[in-house]
């Protein structure tokens, strides 16, 4: 057996965790922005549906369809739009930030790069704004372009802060303000329902890798 799917058994037997229960992780353990929040906010629990090995309707219910605006003013649904059946990375910024968020963005453009043309056109980036009261579409447009992400499969995402709150709520952000947000990376293989939490100073080669692993099917699937 290749050391690649070694790896992958270890992992889908220890570190994979069920939607739920990965999601109530990553609000209790929630890397506060830098310099920022001492203390993570309280976790809250997963709804019953997404523990116990939940449908497409379930994760639809739990990630809901909220409509969210991405960098180009197009309105998307958080789950059947930006989700669904995808691979994805996702994280939290916004445009004001001037120490961990470009940072944090650039070495998810570092990833992107060490994963190559092939392996980048199966994962979608998808960036949520936690000031979506300042972050219009023309803000994080402006983003992405200075940080050198303004390309195919990478949305940055804003919205009604209603609608942003709700989905931030559900992948485990609950933020009393902006600053406030995890540094935590949330990778997702959605449809697989396979997630993984990933520290943003983990190597750009150590995360591309993970990535790879969750394009694989699962067997029997």
């Known amino acids: ?58 994760a639809q219910t739990w990630f809901t369809d909220t409509q ?26 916004f445009t004001h930030c001037t120490d961990a968020c470009p940072l944090i963005t650039r070495k998810l453009r570092e990833v992107r790069e060490a994963m190559g043309p092939e392996l980048a056109a199966q994962v979608t980036f998808v960036s949520i ?24 499969n990478w949305l940055f995402l804003t919205g009604e802060k209603a609608n942003v709150d709700l989905v931030l709520g559900r992948i485990g952000q609950f933020l009393p303000s902006p600053e406030q947000h995890s540094t935590q990376l949330i990778a997702g293989d959605v449809a697989g329902k396979r997630w993984s939490k990933i520290r943003p100073d983990a190597p750009p080669a150590a995360i591309a890798q993970r990535m790879q692993l969750l394009t694989q099917p699962l067997a029997g699937r």
């Open 1 to 58: 057996m290749s050391s690649l799917a070694s790896r992958h058994n270890a992992m889908r037997g220890f570190d994979w965790l069920a939607l739920g229960a990965c999601l109530w992780i990553f609000a209790t353990l929630a890397l506060a922005h830098e310099g920022h929040a001492p203390q993570a906010p309280e976790p809250q629990p997963a709804p019953q549906a997404m523990t116990s090995g939940g449908g497409t309707r379930d």
């Open 68 to 93: 969210l605006m991405d960098q180009n003013g197009r309105e998307l649904r958080f789950y059947s739009d930006v989700l669904k059946d995808k691979v994805v990375m996702l994280n939290v910024i």
């Open 129 to 152: 704004s936690s000031d979506p009261l300042n972050d219009t579409p023309a803000a994080l447009k402006a983003f992405a372009q200075k940080q050198g992400v303004d390309g195919a």
